[in-house]
Nanobody, 115 residues
């Protein structure tokens, strides 16, 4: 059974930083493409960043230069370092794993950016 468990969300002031983690189990992690998505109230879920099994990364324009996605295959964990956070970054953040077209999702972790 595949499980993705996110952690690290919370309340942070504008300009602050958070680091999200997503621990995976039951999946061939090193072969999987991994991603972070987010969904704000009233909005569709959108891609924030992803990283291929080979380590190539891709970012939404809105987070380029502020967020960094990384992976640790030994720990079966993907991270999202978020710096210079803005109120518009407020959302539930979801971890995704894609293995040969099979999609898996975590339960989400809430990030609130507010003063």
């Amino acid at each position: 059974q595949v499980q993705l468990v996110e952690s690290g969300g919370g309340l942070v002031q504008p300009g602050g930083s958070l680091r999200l983690s997503c621990a995976a189990s039951g999946i061939r992690f090193s072969f999987s493409a991994l991603g972070w998505y987010r969904q704000a109230p009233g909005n569709q879920r959108e891609l924030v960043a992803n990283i291929t099994s080979g380590g190539r990364t891709n970012y939404a324009d809105s987070v380029k230069g502020r967020f960094t996605i990384s992976r640790d295959n030994a720990k079966k964990t993907v991270y999202l370092q978020m710096n210079s956070l803005k109120p518009e970054d407020t959302a539930v953040y979801y971890c995704n794993a894609d293995l040969v077209g099979l999609d898996y999702w975590g339960q989400g972790t809430r990030v609130t950016v507010s003063s």
